[in-house]
């Protein structure tokens, strides 16, 4: 089985940096060819979205509201995505997934983490 653990969230002021890591981890973990990775978010009453993605040779797409703020990498050898978030706002508030996508035995995979809040202080 794989998982997803995330870490770093918590509580910064407004125009504060965080910064977000996220393992792939299990007994299994060596079978999965993990090709994307990604960070969504959840704020309260809203649905989950996507805040940038990142696939197993660089390539990066982020939303348009987080675009210039947040940077994505991976360290592919340690099955490890990093999110360094910059000039926090208030609205980036939220539950902070993060996702793999990939194939195992000839399977696609996708695997979701618990998440971890961030939360953003005017």
């Known amino acids: 089985q794989v998982q997803l653990v995330e870490s770093g969230g918590g509580l910064v002021q407004a125009g504060g940096p965080l910064r977000l890591s996220c393992v792939a981890s299990?007994?299994?973990?060596?079978?999965?060819?993990?090709?994307?990775m990604g960070w969504y978010r959840q704020a309260p009453g809203k649905e989950r979205e996507l805040v940038a993605a990142i696939s197993h040779g660089g390539s990066t797409n982020y939303a348009d509201s987080v675009n210039g703020r947040f940077t994505i990498s991976r360290d592919n050898a340690k099955n490890t995505v990093y999110l360094q978030m910059n000039s926090l706002k208030p609205e980036d508030t939220a539950v902070y997934y993060c996702k793999a996508q990939g194939v195992q035995y000839y399977r696609f995979l996708e695997v979701w983490g618990q998440g971890t809040v961030v939360t953003v202080s005017s």
């Open positions: 299990g007994d299994t973990v060596s079978t999965f060819s993990i090709n994307v």
